[in-house]
């Protein structure tokens, strides 16, 4: 289960995630395996990775501590530097429609939901930590 689990959560937060924007009315397939919105999957995944390493080896594990350092990585990582790469989209994006029509064409249209917010991060922890107590 220490395998497993983790993908169970990562599934589950991304479906949450369709289901919200079915909500909001933005609902697309394409959503399954995109980056930003509500809960965090990332979040959700090295959660119940982190539990499963806890259960099966301990505080005092250096598998347990490693996966401790690669959570807070992964989580910076999706409320700094995607956050901002999300936000330098919508930038561009502003910034192109601006072009005349010829030329605005000629570029794509950049996504600008990459990152979360750390309420996102938040909710994908605590989803990540039931479902691994659950499983």
Same mark, same amino acid.
């Given at each position: ?12 937060? !991304? ?8 909500? !909001? ?9 995109? &980056? ?14 982190? &539990?499963?390493? &806890? ?8 598998i347990f501590a490693i ?9 910076? @990582? ?19 429609? @601006?072009?005349? @029509? @010829?030329?605005e064409e000629k570029y ?5 939901? !990459?990152?979360?917010? &750390?309420? !996102? ?15």
């Amino acid at each position: 289960t220490f395998l497993i689990t983790p993908f169970i959560a990562l599934i589950i937060a !991304q479906i949450i995630k369709l289901i919200i924007l079915s909500f !909001q009315n933005k609902f697309s397939w394409k959503d399954l395996d995109s &980056y930003g919105g509500m809960p965090s999957s990332h979040a959700a995944f090295m959660a119940a990775a982190v &539990y499963k390493a &806890y259960e099966g080896f301990g505080l005092s594990s250096p598998i347990f501590a490693i996966l401790v350092f690669l959570t807070f990585i992964v989580l910076r @990582d999706a409320a700094g530097i995607r956050m901002t790469i999300g936000k330098h989209a919508k930038v561009l994006n502003s910034l192109i429609k @601006d072009l005349p @029509d @010829d030329l605005e064409e000629k570029y794509p249209h950049l996504e600008p939901r !990459q990152g979360h917010t &750390y309420f !996102q991060i938040l909710i994908g922890l605590l989803l990540g930590l039931l479902i691994a107590i659950i499983l």
